[in-house]
């Protein structure tokens, strides 16, 4: 396969199988005829966290794998599963193998919630929370109590919805979605009755988007309530018109939030506003959360000196997520991307996605990341003659790795649909063992 005047291939790898990874891959396949593609992944399973992040009762946002299988089943394309980078084979490596390494590999750890009382049994970062019900390897074994009244999310935005959702949801509406099978379980014998989710700045300051707010009060058995004194009565006419329209449509949903009548249903979601978390209460595990409340002087968030606690036995900290430092690049200050000037690193890597703009958007939104950064690796590198995933496969069975292709990945797949319970798209395997179990020892040789 050759793509230069010069015959020669160019040979890029993509590090990490999420979005923002085969948007990338789609667009070089685009960008530079011919090329060849790895996109290599520390699971076995790809999509990133449309399968480990997107909530399991929003199935129709999963429906965009389909775009993925169709750009990883390109014949210059390839999933290379179960091999992570840092762990398996060292970045410098693969500058020895590609003329151009993506990274790919989004911004997977929670960010800390600094106050006292956050070791506690019970207080957990949205990103294992959330692995934990979406079955991600790394957090199946959470084992999070649930057999206590009350629930606190800290944060505002869709994550903390979509924590609170799923657990004040009844059980029986969740047996049709992808949630992991440990999960359901757990939340069979919940007693969470009360779940809240609270933010440090005001009713119209959170960042919500409208459907998922009101999806909240569209629930069964489940009701949405705010207090009335902390939702304003409308928005302000000094924000631009698009703003104001988006802000309107939020606050619409808050203002019959606060009139909603908290005993009509089994279970209620409190939204709570201008309130930070001071201190976790409890001796070994978690008993409360205490909050002070807030207001803003000059746009910044500022505690008045009184606080208030809420009884809790589980805490789900929702505010924002940090990178890894791969191949130890350099972080940003705030530490949740890499260091990068518009997607270049240095002459032969660069970087799309959230690792690259930090944690936030859509899964769209990493379609022009990807896009951006083609076109500049199509103006930028030439075929250096690389030996591409030959070198890579050299040095995999050289150190007994165990790489996965996507046909492997389809038999995981088919062996999840099999076991779904009824009604439900699939039953997820949460152990990295059991999925490769399930591939050939021969898929290694197939896969390469
Ligand atoms: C809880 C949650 C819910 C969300 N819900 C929605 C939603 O409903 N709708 C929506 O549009 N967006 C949603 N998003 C946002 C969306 O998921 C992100 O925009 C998108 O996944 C970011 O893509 P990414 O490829 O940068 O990162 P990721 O999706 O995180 O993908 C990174 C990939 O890299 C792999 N990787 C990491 N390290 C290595 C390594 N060292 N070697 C090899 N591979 C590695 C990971 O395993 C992963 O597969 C949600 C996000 C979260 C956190």
Not at 271 to 293: K, T
Not at 357 to 382: F, H, L, M, V
Request: proline share 5%; glycine share 12%.
């Amino acid at each position: 396969m050759s793509d230069t005047a010069s015959g020669a291939t160019l040979r890029f790898a993509i590090v990490g199988a999420g979005p923002a990874g085969f948007y990338t891959a789609e667009a070089l396949s685009a960008q530079c005829p011919g090329c060849r593609i790895d996109i290599i992944e520390r699971l076995p399973t790809p999509y990133g966290l449309v399968r480990s992040g997107v909530a399991p009762d929003h199935q129709s946002t999963k429906t965009i794998e389909e775009t993925f299988e169709q750009i990883a089943r390109q014949p210059n394309v390839q999933l290379v599963g179960n091999v992570e980078v840092d762990r398996d084979v060292s970045l410098d490596e693969l500058r020895g193998f590609y003329d151009a390494i993506v990274l790919a590999s989004g911004s997977p750890h929670d960010a800390p919630l600094d106050v006292p009382g956050a070791h506690l049994r019970g207080v957990f970062g949205a990103s294992a929370f959330v692995g934990w019900y979406n079955a991600h390897p790394d957090h199946a074994g959470l084992a999070p109590d649930l057999d206590h009244g009350g629930a606190v999310i800290i944060g505002n935005g869709n994550v903390a919805i979509d924590v609170a959702r799923v657990l004040s949801k009844p059980v029986d509406a969740l047996t049709t979605s992808d949630i992991a099978h440990h999960a359901l379980g757990a939340l069979e014998t919940s007693g969470i009755a009360d779940t809240y989710i609270v933010g440090r700045r005001g009713a119209l300051d959170a960042k919500f988007t409208t459907a998922e707010l009101r999806e909240l009060g569209e629930l069964d058995d489940v009701v949405a309530v705010a207090d009335p004194g902390q939702i304003p009565g409308a928005v302000g006419d000094d924000l631009p018109a698009r703003e104001r329209r988006i802000k309107a449509k939020n606050l619409e949903c808050l203002q019959a939030f606060a009139k909603a009548d908290p005993e009509s249903k089994a279970r209620r979601i409190h939204l709570r506003f201008n309130s930070m978390p001071v201190a976790i209460l409890g001796r070994d595990r978690v008993e409360g959360i205490r909050f002070e409340r807030t207001t803003l002087v000059d746009g910044k968030v500022v505690g008045d000196g009184t606080t208030y606690d809420i009884p809790c036995g589980l805490v789900v900290s929702a505010i924002g997520y940090r990178a890894k430092a791969i191949g130890g690049l350099e972080l940003s200050a705030s530490g949740d991307r890499l260091v990068n000037d518009e997607g270049r690193i240095d002459a032969q890597l660069y970087v799309v996605g959230w690792l690259r703009r930090g944690p936030s958007g859509k899964i769209g939104t990493n379609r022009g990341d990807g896009e951006a950064i083609a076109e500049r690796i199509g103006q930028e590198i030439a075929p250096a003659g690389k030996p591409g995933f030959d070198g890579l496969r050299q040095l995999l069975m050289a150190r007994g790795v165990k790489w996965t292709g996507f046909s492997d990945w389809k038999t995981i797949e088919a062996a999840e649909k099999a076991a779904a319970r009824t009604g439900a798209p699939r039953q997820k395997f949460a152990s990295v063992a059991d999925m490769l179990g399930l591939c050939a020892p021969a898929s290694q040789a197939a896969s390469a």
